[in-house]
């Protein structure tokens, strides 16, 4: 049974930083590329960083220099650290991760979500 469990969600003020860990089970996890979603109210889920399975990272335009994903294998989670935070970024955070196989088929599997409100 894979599970994704993300943690670190919470309130925080304008500016201000958090860290967002996600803990993987029931996968090879080194061979999956990870990636953190966002989904605001009224707004489509987009993609806010992604680490390949080989170390390569890319970023929303948005969040870029602002917010670094970075993987552990040994302890099969990846993590996103959030800083100089904007109320725009207040959304439910998930951690997906996926891989295609040689032979075609995907594999796409995605955390219950933590939520992140930026507010005075």
């Known amino acids: 049974q894979v599970q994704l469990v993300e943690s670190g969600g919470g309130l925080v003020q304008p500016g201000g930083s958090l860290r967002l860990s996600c803990a993987a089970s029931?996968?090879?996890?080194?061979?999956?590329?990870m990636g953190w979603y966002r989904q605001a109210p009224g707004k489509q889920r987009e993609l806010v960083a992604a680490i390949s399975s080989g170390g390569r990272t890319n970023y929303l335009d948005s969040v870029k220099d602002r917010f670094t994903i970075s993987r552990d294998n040994a302890k099969n989670s990846v993590y996103l650290q959030m800083n100089s935070l904007k109320p725009e970024d207040t959304a439910v955070y998930y951690c997906?991760?996926?891989?295609?196989?040689?032979?075609?088929?995907?594999?796409?599997?995605w955390g219950q979500g933590t939520q992140v409100t930026v507010s005075s």
């Open positions: 029931g996968i090879t996890f080194s061979i999956y590329d």
């Open positions: 997906n991760a996926h891989r295609t196989a040689r032979w075609g088929k995907e594999y796409d599997y």
